[in-house]
């Protein structure tokens, strides 16, 4: 008797002996030109590609976070905020997804909705921008006059900084 184990990835093996090295899934088959362009900075490319990676697999979280980031940095503010707000609604502890929500946000200069996002941001990796976040919510809670500009830029530099 065969087990469903066996059968499972004996019907695998034959799908990649015929088809070669594809993912049996389909997933992450065109992304890396997506990636490629996204790590050349080439984000009007990238958010094109990864378009159509999302036309593919609607449930491509990382596509979808990278198409939010491509609109964040091509400066289209709204797109990047709906983008993103799709993927904070069903990942709610993506943390990229959070921060770059939460500067979409600031630079729509709606930072009532920037800090309800970021209070629930934590990346334990990035303490220098998890610090800017925490100064700048403490700010607007005592009621200091903020800019959206002002806020956004302060933790994109945290970010740059690493």
């Known amino acids: 008797m065969i087990s469903r184990r066996d059968l499972l990835f004996g019907m695998v093996r034959r799908l990649r ?50 198409q939010g980031l491509c609109h964040y940095h091509l400066g289209e503010y709204m797109q990047a905020k709906d983008t993103l707000l799709m993927v904070h ?43 800017e976040i925490n100064v700048h919510r403490a700010l607007f809670e005592t009621g200091e006059p903020l800019t959206g500009a002002e806020v956004a830029e302060a933790v994109e530099k945290a970010l740059a900084q690493g």
């Open 89 to 131: 609604k069903q990942h709610p502890n993506e943390y990229l997804a959070c921060l770059y929500l939460g500067l979409a946000y600031a630079r729509r200069d709606q930072l009532d909705k920037c800090m309800e996002v970021w209070k629930k941001f934590v990346d334990r990796d990035h303490i220098g921008v998890m610090r």
């Open 17 to 66: 002996e015929t088809d070669g090295d594809k993912p049996v899934s389909g997933i992450g088959a065109d992304i890396g030109q997506a990636d490629a362009a996204y790590v050349r900075r080439d984000y009007a490319a990238a958010r094109d590609l990864y378009r159509e990676v999302l036309k593919a697999n609607r449930a491509h979280k990382e596509a979808r976070i990278r």
